[in-house]
């Protein structure tokens, strides 16, 4: 559904005064305005600028996918049981991206857009990879698959997930940014559906559960107990998903292939000193995230003279 799809139209004085009183709301709640700004945008055809300008409040009907009734209910919503906005509306946006999203996926969050600008950066040291296939571990709502997609315009992508709830949202939305005929989806977990592409890779990107068990429930409640805890729970240390696809990557990463992952701020290091122990690895780095805080690390698969601990 479009942003303004329905037979709904509020005046802008009307939600001009609506938006005033829900961002003072938000402020008196913790709550960053910035939400206000963007379920108007999302339910509207309003935007940035004229939020910023206020021009929006001359107009005499703008077109929107609610009345103004249900988007205040919207709004209550958010408030009183912390659902994040991007759930009530069923979409976000995520680089030049709308994004279909559900209980069912992560919401796509700014600081993951990084891993594509560090795709861009490797692929520009070693231009062969670029043609080659690529996998979205952990696909969810199939950002980093679409992310990958557009910034490697003659790679093949494969995009994993183990929900089918998931991979759907996926699909759809590989659909409607126009980039289905890019993006093979498969289910299974992690490398499992990959086994006719062992030592075939030319990059392995993720966003893999990270947080530790214990802390999950110390969470805003917008994310421990709205989003998906499948994929923010990663064990006791939450290292098992990133120790697996050290452990796993080898076996199907092609020489000097990309592995490339987001992690929680303090774990580099430790992932680092993981993959330097596993000795099929090179070229290891850790980079910052848009607040300077170390949350990315990558490496070079060494190809099959590199040694091989595990076996998927």
């Known amino acids: 559904m479009s942003r303004t799809e329905g037979a709904h139209t509020i005046t802008g004085s ?76 069923g979409q976000t946006q995520w680089r030049d991206f709308t994004l279909q999203v559900s209980t069912a996926v992560l919401i796509p969050r700014p600081e993951t857009e990084l891993l594509i600008e560090l795709v861009h950066a490797a692929v520009a040291q070693t231009p062969a990879l670029e043609a080659g296939t690529w996998v979205d571990l952990g696909t969810g709502s199939g950002a980093i698959a679409l992310g990958l997609a557009k910034a490697l315009p003659r790679a093949h992508i494969i995009a994993v997930d183990c929900s089918a709830e998931a991979l759907a949202l996926a699909a759809a939305n590989a659909a409607a940014n126009g980039l289905c005929d890019r993006i093979e989806l498969r289910q299974g977990h992690w490398f499992t559906p990959l086994a006719d592409l062992r030592g075939q890779l030319a990059g392995m990107v993720a966003n893999p559960p990270y947080i530790p068990s214990a802390m999950v429930a110390t969470l805003a409640p917008e994310v421990a107990v709205h989003e998906p805890r499948l994929a923010l729970d990663g064990g006791p240390d939450g290292l098992t998903a990133i120790q697996h696809l050290i452990d796993a990557a080898p076996d199907y990463l092609q020489a000097n292939g990309l592995w490339l992952i987001e992690a929680m701020a303090g774990q580099p290091a430790t992932i680092l000193q993981q993959l330097q122990q596993h000795g099929a690895y090179c070229d290891l780095q850790r980079h910052r995230d848009l607040a300077g805080l170390e949350r990315f690390v990558q490496a070079r698969c060494q190809g099959p003279q590199g040694s091989r601990r595990h076996s998927q």
């Open 14 to 89: 009307e939600l001009w005064q609506w938006w005033q009183m829900a961002r003072q709301q938000a402020l008196a709640q913790q709550i960053d305005p910035a939400e206000v700004d963007w379920l108007v945008r999302a339910i509207s055809d309003v935007d940035g600028l004229s939020l910023r300008l206020q021009s929006f409040r001359q107009r005499a009907a703008i077109p929107c996918r609610y009345g103004l009734p249900a988007l205040e209910t919207l709004w209550q919503r958010r408030r009183q049981e912390h659902i994040p906005v991007q759930y009530l509306v």
